[in-house]
């Protein structure tokens, strides 16, 4: 089955359209979900209730293309993990005065830790920390977006990015030693 | 942005864009097992409920069919369920008939049987009299309204109007019917009574006959709905699935600036204290019917309603908070059989009993947000509106008072038994609880 055809069946509620793309999203949506709430558990259910959700109300799908569900199916995932953790505890914010100066980071340093320790070092970060970056980083969202979206000012915001990149690079520093 | 930092961004983006974590092995049984069952065509769930209904009208017409009343064989004496008041037109045309029978004591009178064959035998002017009401009842084929409603006066004008010298010819022909009540009566005594209510009862036959359909209006409420609440604390905007809300509000869809506006109200209450208050309308539903008299005591009846449900809900803190309002529309269809066990001039009781069905076929849901100084509203909310097909059983009793023979006002209490199940499908309320109690009241018309 194609996109298209996926669509069209659970926009019908065909159930082996509906397993069809569960195999397909799952994975990616989980990981999603497990960078924003660093909990395996908490992304399961959130990830249950999105699924839940999206088979309900899936005539609010307009297949725009191959790629488009997948997509979208991410981009749910994104807001279902805010909402839970909106929900659960206020987003931090820190002041300008505690944040140190930026470090040095190498990209390169990024490509040679393997995807899953990079996924732990992520959710290790405290929730403010983690949430403005996985917004920044991977929604490519400007930190005045995030900043109305989260419900902060912008400044907080960009603190939070700059003291979540020191913190990731320091774990990856560390661990690149521990393997040297 | 800083080159650098960009570069760095990316690569994460690189690394992590892409990855997959293989979810449970019992994920998917755990979301297959919370879906909704595949709903079936509409389709065919709506033909075979119209088969059905189709199936019971015609049979409730096969039933009125094979029960219609014969003519001749009507029972006399009982009350006619239109409460017409034949039979006290014809109390009245007899009373002056039996004026001159001085042995016929007046109680007697009040009755058809007071003009017995016996009596019928004894005077010419006897008689004549019954030739006069007979008459009368030869102008009641043609206008039973008037004999009905002026028996006297059509009576006293048969009788006054008779010539002398013509007594004697209608005297020889009443001659062959007295004889034939004799026959009767030699016959079969006990027949006495309903024999010579012959002349008399052809003419209540025939109001009985025009007084079969009955139309009425009615408006009925379920007494103890309508009501109010207030509970402590937030409740979300609900869809189609409320039980998975938490984890899908409107941001999780759409990315509108009303989504945007209902996660900061939720963001702004996050340490507010909060509650929702619901006010849900007095449903009032109302009908036009049709009723079909089998008999003297059962009848059919069969109608249209229409009722309008609103409900309306304010939920969060003083601050911030939305209003919900929701109004549905059903049109129904009420059948129903009814049953007189007393009838008379001014008041008719009887019980009925039946089942209606309604649908819902148009619905308008307004939600509106509030933050402070700012506001904005979505109809619908983007989603459709549940339009259900509701099911009930009535049973009850009915108290009618006749202000003419033919107008009446009536007034119907019922237990109403909901067969739908409209519990976890609406968008805010349900239409009405499983049990409740419903006076109708209305005005009823004999066509």
């Known amino acids: ?180 | 942005m800083d080159k650098h930092n960009d570069k760095w961004a990316e690569s994460f983006r690189r690394k992590l864009d892409s990855a997959e974590v293989k979810p449970s092995e019992e994920l998917w049984a755990r979301i297959e097992a919370d879906l909704p069952p595949v709903e079936r065509r509409r389709f065919p769930v709506i033909l075979r409920r119209l088969t059905v209904a189709a199936a019971s009208a015609a049979a409730v017409f096969a039933l009125v069919w094979s029960v219609r009343p014969d003519k001749e064989t009507s029972p006399a004496g009982t009350p006619a369920a239109s409460g017409v008041g034949a039979e006290p037109a014809l109390v009245a045309g007899a009373a002056d008939v039996a004026k001159e029978m001085e042995e016929v004591p007046a109680e007697a009178v009040a009755r058809p049987q007071a003009v017995t064959a016996s009596q019928l035998l004894a005077t010419t002017e006897r008689v004549a009299a019954v030739s006069a009401v007979e008459k009368s009842a030869e102008v009641a084929e043609v206008q039973p309204v008037a004999v009905a409603e002026a028996p006297v006066a059509v009576a006293d004008v048969a009788v006054a109007e008779q010539p002398a010298d013509t007594v004697g010819a209608v005297a020889g022909t009443m001659t062959e019917k007295v004889a034939r009540v004799r026959e009767f009566m030699a016959v079969a005594p006990e027949r006495e009574s309903r024999a010579t209510q012959t002349a008399y009862t052809s003419v209540r036959d025939e109001d009985e006959h025009t007084s079969r359909w009955h139309i009425a209006l009615a408006a009925d409420s379920r007494l103890g709905e309508g009501t109010s609440g207030s509970v402590n604390g937030f409740m979300p905007l609900s869809y189609k699935d409320a039980a998975h809300e938490p984890a899908l509000t409107a941001s999780s869809l759409f990315a509108d600036d009303y989504d945007l506006m209902y996660i900061k109200m939720n963001a702004e209450n996050i340490d507010s204290h909060t509650q929702t208050d619901e006010v849900v309308s007095f449903p009032i539903n109302y009908s036009a019917s049709v009723r079909y008299m089998i008999n003297d005591r059962w009848g059919v009846n069969l109608g249209v309603s229409y009722a309008r449900v609103t409900t309306e809900r304010r939920s969060g803190s003083d601050q911030n908070f939305y209003v919900s309002k929701a109004k549905m529309h059903y049109v129904g269809v009420p059948v129903s059989v009814s049953y007189t066990f007393y009838d008379s001039r001014y008041l008719t009781l009887y019980a009925i009993a039946g089942g209606s069905v309604e649908k819902c076929v148009s619905g308008k849901q307004v939600d509106s947000l509030n933050i402070g100084q700012e506001s904005a509203s979505k109809e619908n909310a983007g989603f459709e509106i549940d339009k259900p097909w509701q099911f009930a059983l009535n049973a009850g009793a009915g108290v009618q008072f006749n202000i003419t023979r033919r107008y009446g006002l009536f007034a119907e209490p019922q237990l109403v038994c909901d067969l739908s199940d409209d519990g976890s499908n609406q968008t805010t309320f349900k239409r009405r609880d499983d049990l409740s109690f419903q006076l109708a009241v209305g005005i009823r018309v004999n066509w």
Request: include cysteine; aromatic fraction near 8%.
């Open chain 1, 1 to 180: 089955m194609n996109e298209q055809e996926i669509s069209q069946g659970c926009l019908k509620g065909n159930r082996e359209a509906q397993r069809e793309l569960y195999s397909r999203c799952a994975g990616a949506m989980l990981s999603v979900g497990m960078r924003y709430l660093a909990d395996r558990e908490t992304a399961e259910d959130v990830l249950h209730d999105v699924f839940i959700g999206v088979f309900t109300h899936f005539d609010k799908f307009t297949y725009r293309g191959e790629g488009s569900l997948m997509a979208w199916m991410k981009r749910v995932m994104v807001n279902a993990s805010l909402d839970y953790l909106r929900r659960r505890t206020p987003f931090e914010t820190v002041e300008v005065e505690k944040v140190k100066d930026e470090v040095e980071i190498d990209p390169s340093d990024v490509e040679t830790v393997p995807t899953d320790v990079i996924m732990r070092f992520i959710s290790e970060l405290p929730d403010g920390y983690r949430t403005v970056f996985n917004l920044f980083t991977f929604e490519e969202k400007s930190h005045r977006e995030i900043a109305e979206m989260l419900g902060i000012n912008e400044k907080s915001s960009s603190s939070q990015l700059s003291r979540a990149k020191t913190l990731l690079q320091k774990k990856i520093k560390e661990y690149l030693n521990l393997q040297a």
